[in-house]
């Protein structure tokens, strides 16, 4: 059972345009929802984090917006660079953290120049 | 500080083989976890330790082994290597709850 749900599998985006991938999750007990980036070869990374006591979170040019009612959330990449070409991976977790992590199959983004 | 360091980076099996990967952490971290990716599946996890002296079993962990050797130490052992377990594994770890997980270089696996 898919807990999590990523959408879309793969993206192509112009350097400067809006990048947007989806996330949609069942389980309503979970609390905590972070993005992972992963470079080619590397291991995943931390980018960005939301709880759902806030509908919207930005750090950079990356923002992450949160729909409680819906069970959804987003980040979307604002001007986005070649260097942001990679694997976005959400999660979600339960107990304010203190449970594991379940990511989405990943989104393969392609930032062309 | 290295971080979460994983060995070998790559390894090549035959079937019915065992092999042993490492993993090492310098952040004193309590948790640490076994994760395998495959293309359009996402990270799964595989066996994870809360604290040392503790593993659980996470989503995939049939054929698998783990061994919490310290705090520091996580190890993922294939008794028997199929060919369905070629994969890449990520050993990740955590500090103070579980949130940030802070994941290794990773292993490519091919067991032929």
């Known amino acids: 059972q898919q807990q999590v749900k990523q959408s879309p599998q793969s993206l192509i985006v112009q350097k400067g345009g809006i990048s947007i991938i989806n996330c949609a999750y069942e389980n309503t007990a979970f609390d905590y929802f972070p993005w992972y980036q992963q470079f080619p070869g590397k291991g995943p990374a931390l980018l960005i984090a939301?709880?759902?006591?806030?509908s919207e979170k930005k750090e950079g040019r990356f923002t992450i917006s949160f729909n409680k009612s819906a069970k959804q959330f987003s980040l979307h990449i604002m001007d986005s660079q070649p260097g942001d070409s990679a694997t976005y991976f959400c999660?979600?977790?339960?107990?304010?953290?203190?449970?594991?992590?379940?990511f989405g199959k990943g989104t393969m983004l392609l930032v062309s120049p | 500080n290295a971080g979460v360091t994983q060995t070998p980076k790559f390894q090549v099996l035959k079937t019915g083989q065992s092999m042993t990967l490492q993993c090492a952490q310098d952040m004193n971290h309590n948790s640490m976890y076994w994760y395998r990716q495959d293309p359009g599946m996402g990270l799964r996890l595989i066996y994870y330790?809360?604290?040392?002296?503790?593993?659980d079993k996470g989503e995939v962990p049939n054929g698998y082994n783990v061994s919490r050797l310290n705090k520091r130490e996580f190890s993922l052992r294939l008794e028997s290597a199929a060919p369905s377990q070629t994969s890449v594994y990520f050993c990740a770890s955590s500090g103070r709850g579980w949130e940030t997980q802070y994941f290794g270089p990773g292993t490519r696996l091919l067991v032929l």
């Open positions: 330790s809360a604290s040392e002296g503790t593993t």
């Open positions: 999660a979600a977790s339960m107990n304010s953290g203190y449970s594991t992590l379940t």
């Open positions: 939301i709880r759902p006591d806030v």
